[in-house]
């Protein structure tokens, strides 16, 4: 498989495999530039929008599929082949460069919270399901990302679907309050 490179390197562009260039009608992202940072007192709905522009740009040409989930919250799903190796709770080289970006955003985001719901294999392997949310759980933390700041979802695991990483910015649903004079 073209995920289980020997690289392992966090960068897209270099040797993970799944995560090559964008093809060429797209618009190259830089995989180290950060998204501009949000005006002091920029309402947390402009904060989603700005984090889903910079996962978006870094993630465009790879299987990774990011989509709004109103009102607060960004769905990243990473497929499960390049997510973990059968029957196991590794974190493969591809995902571990979906979590470098996704505890940028964490990190940017100091409300920002994160909810993981791995998926169990083919057999719905509860406990394998269990240990592969604690794995990106950990992965995290070792990128800075406090374990409070990171759920795992208790549903009855997905047989064979993606890994879903939710990411939610507190208040992002509720509009901005209007300043200035009235009537």
Do not use: H, Y
């Not at 599929?65 to 390049?82: C, E, G, R, S």
């Not at 507190?170 to 009537?183: F, L």
């Amino acid at each position: 498989s073209a995920c289980a490179s020997s690289s392992s390197s966090s960068s897209p562009s270099q040797g993970s495999g799944v995560f090559s260039a964008p093809g060429p009608n797209a618009a190259p992202a830089d995989p180290n530039a950060a998204p501009r940072a949000p005006a002091p007192g920029t309402p947390p709905a402009t904060a989603l929008a700005t984090e889903q522009r910079f996962l978006e740009d870094w993630f465009r040409g790879t299987p990774v599929v990011i989509a709004a989930q109103p009102p607060m919250t960004l769905q990243l799903d990473v497929p499960l082949a390049n997510s973990f190796d059968a029957g196991k709770a590794d974190i493969k080289p591809a995902l571990n460069a979906v979590l470098d970006r996704v505890a940028q955003s964490l990190l940017r985001q100091s409300a920002a919270r994160i909810n993981v719901n791995a998926p169990a294999d083919a057999s719905g392997n509860a406990a394998l399901a269990q240990s592969r949310a604690q794995r990106v759980r950990e992965a995290l933390g070792s990128k800075g990302i406090a374990a409070t700041r990171v759920a795992l979802t208790e549903s009855a695991p997905r047989a064979g679907g993606p890994l879903q990483l939710r990411l939610t910015i507190p208040g992002a649903g509720t509009p901005p309050i209007a300043r200035g004079k009235t009537g």
